[in-house]
């Protein structure tokens, strides 16, 4: 054997198990990159799921809060829900035209103690639903109780 | 061969650095992956944690919820027990270990709230309130002070003035609340149905409340109202607050009992004001008091030596008794040199079937308890001679039904005096009578004001609604009044004054301050 062809047959083990590895590396680009494709659609999409969730949730507090100021005794129960709009940065609008939320809201009133007189002995219930426009995803649910001189 | 080997050494050295290039080219594509997963695992937290938050709103909610509810029992059940005041921490465990069990709010949902009152429950009470929700926990703390049915109005009103097929009733007599003469009314004011008045009428500092769906003015049209000042109108002191907006519309109503009711809590039976037949003051609280002619001191007839009654064992007609004869007088320990001056109540519980005070009838009422007599210039007062009510302030007149025919008018006048004035509300009056009420003034100025709490409103056993009060002259009634009808004719003022906090008839308790405690 010449020295030339021992280090040739060398090289070509050498160059075969390279393959291997090419290929191995080829699958793990391919895989970090699907990984990282899925990455790319995932991280903003998560955003947006964290944005609409948190969103939702400011926007549910906010109208409860609103209720709650108006205060047990001025507060009427809804026969139909208050219905507001709101853009994709929680900025009110008069209309669902660029609206992100809708958010609706009741009161009701409990007959707490069961005598068939609504007064201030019974608990107003306000609930608050948030929703995309054309209410087919509910985004966030608040519910709470009101008490004639409550909080 | 320098050359030949040249390219062997080469090939082996670059075979050498491939291998190199590999390792580092799978070191960085482990490396991109560890940061690929480390994103994923970033998004995957923050998503999580945002949920945390939504949980943390929750738990709040639910704790308010909570506190809401607890405040409504409050006002209703004087008997409730306290939780003891932990930590978040230590309600989480307890939760965990099924120590507490959390109400579910909304029910069948994984979010919820445990709330009590904490210390001694009084006028004033601490309540706490923890909110769950998934596991995560909040605590309310709030201080709430008693609220009492007399403080919502000057005059409340609560006939619907409705026909009785419940539409709106014009008629003359289905009145809720009615302005003749010059009557004028100082304060919050409210009714459940028609408000009658005229130009001659004035409304000072509001608001007006318009309860429910069947209150409404006669004409439609809201009276205009105005400021209180000093001695505007007579007998004013002080300057109001013009409310804003003046007429307020109040879908619910506030709850007031019947007098019935009011005498079933205050008494922990079920019998009504006729629980105050048997159960009251009436052989003791009740003295003379006589005037002597030339000083003009005024004394009270209590000679041990020479007992006396005011009113007789069955008798429950308070009306002869304000004007005694001279030979009971005596007999009691009044001298030659004194004369009658009029009837003394102690803090205590009267029954009457009637009152018929005349304009010339003095009643006055001791409205303090015995500690208090020195602290307020009453040293040489006597003490209570009611058992065992020596530190009891209030007098509560209650005014039940006849026991045979029907029941009869109830009259006071403006000679109902307080010894010590601070609180109309240490006077109370409920009245189950079917006969009314009226109050007669005098036309002085400043008129002398007859401070009461007068709950007239009590309902048969098929429940219909009834109690009716008439206000005459010059009457200046400052406190509160409760009615199905209220009727203000002549120059009468009614002005409202916020009653002393006490825990009887609680209409609701009101948080004065709440917080987040961890």
Known sequence: MTPSRYSGLRQRTRRGFTYLELIASAMLVAIAGMGAMLSWRLAPQAVANKRLTEMSVQLAVSELERLKAVKYQNLSDTTTPNVFYYDKNGGALVSSTGATYLVKSTVLTQDTNGDNL?????????????????????????????AYGGL | MLRSNQPTNQSSRVASRRGISLVIAQALILAMTLLIVATQLQVIGQLKLTRTEKDYEHALQAAEAGANLYL?????????????????????????????????????????????????????????????????????????????????????ALNPSLTAGGLPDASNGNYSWRFSGSARVVGACGSLGRIDYSGNNDFYDGPIYLVGPHA???????????QSGPDVPDGHSG?????????????????????????????????GV????????????????????????????????????????????????????????????????ENYYALRAY??????????????????????????????????????????????????????????????????????????TRYASRFRVYVASSGG???????????????????????????????????????????????????????????KELSEATLEDVLSYEVTDWREIE
Do not use: C
């Not at chain 2, 409404?216 to 105005?226: T, Y």
């Open chain 1, 118 to 146: 609504y007064d201030s002995l019974d608990l107003r219930e306000l609930t608050v639903e948030v929703w995309n426009p054309a209410e087919t995803q509910r985004y966030e649910q608040a519910q709470t109780l009101l």
């Open chain 2, 72 to 156: 409504s029992q409050l006002a209703v059940n004087p008997s409730i027990a306290a939780i003891p005041d932990m930590s978040v921490q230590a309600f989480r465990q307890a939760v965990k270990n099924g120590t507490i069990t959390v109400t579910r709010y909304p029910a069948g949902s994984e979010q919820g709230y445990y709330v009590g009152h904490v210390g001694t429950r009084g006028v004033s009470v601490t309540v706490v309130s923890y909110g769950w929700s998934h596991g995560v926990a909040r605590k309310v703390k709030l201080s709430a002070r008693v609220v009492s049915i007399f403080d919502s109005s000057t005059v409340y």
């Open chain 2, 216 to 226: 409404r003015f006669f004409n439609g049209v809201a009276p205009v109202v105005i």
């Open chain 2, 239 to 271: 300057t109001g607050t013009l409310a804003s907006p003046a007429v307020q519309i109040n879908p619910r109503s506030v709850h007031i009992p019947t007098a019935d009711e009011a005498a079933n809590t205050a008494s922990g039976s079920t019998l």
């Open chain 2, 274 to 337: 006729e629980y105050f037949r048997s159960n009251n003051n009436n052989a003791t609280g009740l003295r003379y008091l006589v005037k002597h002619k030339t000083t003009g001191a005024i004394r009270e007839l209590n000679d041990p030596t020479k007992p006396y009654t005011v009113m007789s064992g069955t008798d429950y007609a308070l009306d002869g008794e304000f004007s005694p004869g001279p030979s009971a007088l005596s007999a009691a320990g009044m001298t030659a040199n």
């Open chain 2, 347 to 420: 803090p205590g519980n009267y029954f009457f079937d009637r009152i018929n005070q005349q304009t010339s009838n003095v009643l006055v009422l001791r409205s303090y308890s015995d500690s208090e007599r020195v602290s307020l210039g009453f040293g040489s007062a006597p003490v209570n001679p009611n058992p065992g009510m020596s530190e009891a302030q209030n007098i509560r007149f209650w005014i039940g039904h006849r026991s045979g025919g029907g029941d009869p008018a109830t009259g006071f006048s403006y000679q109902s005096y307080m010894e010590y």
């Open chain 2, 437 to 495: 009420v009226s109050v007669s003034g005098t036309n002085q100025n400043p008129p002398p004001p007859f401070r009461v709490n007068l709950l007239v409103y009590n309902k048969t056993p098929a429940g219909d609604q009834y109690g009716s009060t008439t206000f005459n002259s010059g009457t200046y009634l400052y406190g509160s009044m409760i009615g199905w009808q209220v009727s203000q004719g002549g120059s009468t003022t009614t002005e």
